[in-house]
C-alpha cells in the first residue's frame, strides 16, 4: 500500500503548453457542453440495463478528442464512447466526457469530466472538472492535488465510528447487492452515506475530504484515472477490495487515508463484497 510512483517529466504539446494546461481546456471545452445542454432534450440509448449514454456524452468527446489529438496526436486514447487509439507512444490520454450521465439525463447536477494521462498503469496528470459549481479537481505525479488551485488533503478523520461514507453501486446487479449487504453490516458503525452517482466526483470528494471512504467494485479506467492520482497527491491512497494498490485497470477501489483504509479492511474482513 505504500508503493510509489516516481513521477516522469512530461513532454509539453505542439503549441508549448504543459499537459495540466491542455488538459485543463480540453475539460472546460466538455464541461460547457454539457453545462449548456444540462436541461435541454437529449437523446438517450442503453449500453446495459441501468447504463446510459446521451448524444451530450459524444458530443463532449468529440470536442475533448479533437483537443487532445491536435496537441498531442502521438499519445494514445482511452475514451469512455470510443474504440482505443494506440500509437505506441507510452502515454495515453484517458477521458469520460460526462461521468454521472444518469444524474445528468436526470436533471440532478451532479456529474463531471475526466481528463487524465496516463503512463503505462500508472496516472501521471489528472483533472476532474464539475461545471455546474465551476470546481476544477488538478494534480501532477509529484506535485500535489489541488481545488480551484488551493490545495488538498485527505480527510484526517481517524475512527469509522465518525466517518462519512461515499460508494456507487455500479451496473452488476449481484455485485451491488453485495455491497449493500456490507454496507449493513457495518451499521451503525459509520455516521452516515452518500450515494454519489459520479465515482470520479467520489474520488475527487474523499482526496478533498469531503468524504471520509469512497468505495466502489465495479469500475472502468476512464472512471478512476484522475481520482486516482487526486487522492494519492492529496495525501491518501487507492486500493482494491483486497488491499492491493490500484491502478489504472483496477476495477475495486477504497479510497481513503491509510489509517482509514486499514480500519476499513478490519471492518469488512470476511464480507462477500471483500471476496468478490
Same mark, same amino acid.
Given at each position: 500500500?505504500?508503493?510509489?510512483?516516481?513521477?516522469?517529466? !512530461?513532454?509539453?504539446? @505542439?503549441?508549448?503548453?504543459?499537459?495540466?494546461?491542455?488538459?485543463?481546456?480540453?475539460? +472546460?471545452?466538455?464541461?460547457?457542453?454539457?453545462?449548456? @445542454?444540462?436541461? #435541454?432534450?437529449?437523446?438517450?440509448?442503453?449500453?446495459?440495463?441501468?447504463?446510459?449514454?446521451?448524444?451530450?456524452?459524444?458530443?463532449?468527446? +468529440?470536442?475533448?478528442?479533437?483537443?487532445?489529438?491536435?496537441?498531442?496526436?502521438?499519445?494514445?486514447?482511452?475514451?469512455?464512447?470510443?474504440?482505443?487509439?494506440?500509437?505506441?507512444?507510452?502515454?495515453?490520454?484517458?477521458?469520460?466526457?460526462?461521468?454521472?450521465?444518469?444524474?445528468?439525463?436526470?436533471?440532478?447536477?451532479?456529474?463531471?469530466?475526466?481528463?487524465?494521462?496516463?503512463?503505462?498503469?500508472?496516472?501521471?496528470?489528472?483533472? #476532474?472538472?464539475?461545471?455546474?459549481?465551476?470546481?476544477?479537481? #488538478?494534480?501532477?505525479?509529484?506535485?500535489?492535488?489541488?481545488?480551484?488551485?488551493?490545495?488538498?488533503?485527505?480527510?484526517?478523520?481517524?475512527?469509522?465510528?465518525?466517518?462519512?461514507?461515499?460508494?456507487?453501486?455500479?451496473?452488476?446487479?449481484?455485485?451491488?447487492? !453485495?455491497?449493500?449487504?456490507?454496507?449493513?453490516?457495518?451499521?451503525? /458503525?459509520?455516521?452516515?452515506?452518500?450515494?454519489? /452517482?459520479?465515482?470520479?466526483? /467520489?474520488?475527487?470528494?474523499?482526496?478533498?475530504?469531503?468524504?471520509?471512504?469512497?468505495?466502489?467494485?465495479?469500475?472502468?479506467?476512464?472512471?478512476?484515472?484522475?481520482?486516482?492520482?487526486?487522492?494519492?497527491?492529496?495525501?491518501?491512497?487507492?486500493?482494491?477490495?483486497?488491499? +492491493?494498490?490500484?491502478?489504472?485497470?483496477?476495477?475495486?477501489?477504497?479510497?481513503?487515508?491509510?489509517?482509514?483504509?486499514? @480500519?476499513?479492511?478490519?471492518?469488512?474482513?470476511?464480507?462477500?463484497?471483500?471476496?468478490?
Amino acid at each position: 500500500m505504500n508503493q510509489r510512483f516516481s513521477p516522469p517529466s !512530461l513532454p509539453p504539446s @505542439r503549441s508549448g503548453r504543459t499537459v495540466l494546461q491542455v488538459a485543463e481546456e480540453a475539460a +472546460r471545452i466538455g464541461g460547457r457542453i454539457i453545462r449548456e @445542454r444540462f436541461l #435541454t432534450a437529449k437523446e438517450i440509448s442503453f449500453k446495459g440495463r441501468a447504463n446510459i449514454v446521451t448524444d451530450v456524452d459524444v458530443a463532449s468527446e +468529440r470536442e475533448i478528442l479533437g483537443l487532445l489529438q491536435a496537441e498531442y496526436p502521438e499519445f494514445g486514447i482511452l475514451s469512455e464512447e470510443s474504440a482505443p487509439i494506440e500509437t505506441g507512444s507510452p502515454y495515453a490520454w484517458v477521458i469520460d466526457p460526462l461521468d454521472g450521465t444518469r444524474n445528468y439525463a436526470s436533471g440532478i447536477p451532479h456529474f463531471c469530466v475526466v481528463v487524465a494521462l496516463a503512463q503505462g498503469e500508472e496516472i501521471v496528470a489528472g483533472i #476532474t472538472y464539475d461545471p455546474m459549481r465551476e470546481e476544477l479537481f #488538478t494534480a501532477q505525479a509529484g506535485q500535489g492535488a489541488f481545488l480551484n488551485g488551493n490545495a488538498l488533503q485527505v480527510s484526517r478523520q481517524q475512527e469509522m465510528g465518525q466517518c462519512l461514507l461515499g460508494f456507487d453501486l455500479g451496473y452488476v446487479d449481484e455485485k451491488a447487492g !453485495l455491497a449493500i449487504d456490507m454496507v449493513r453490516s457495518l451499521w451503525p /458503525g459509520f455516521q452516515s452515506m452518500r450515494l454519489m /452517482g459520479s465515482s470520479a466526483l /467520489g474520488l475527487a470528494y474523499a482526496a478533498a475530504g469531503r468524504v471520509d471512504i469512497y468505495f466502489h467494485h465495479a469500475l472502468a479506467p476512464w472512471d478512476v484515472a484522475s481520482g486516482l492520482l487526486l487522492v494519492r497527491e492529496a495525501g491518501g491512497e487507492v486500493v482494491d477490495r483486497q488491499g +492491493r494498490r490500484s491502478v489504472l485497470h483496477t476495477p475495486s477501489v477504497i479510497a481513503a487515508s491509510p489509517h482509514l483504509i486499514a @480500519r476499513f479492511l478490519a471492518a469488512t474482513e470476511g464480507t462477500e463484497w471483500r471476496r468478490g
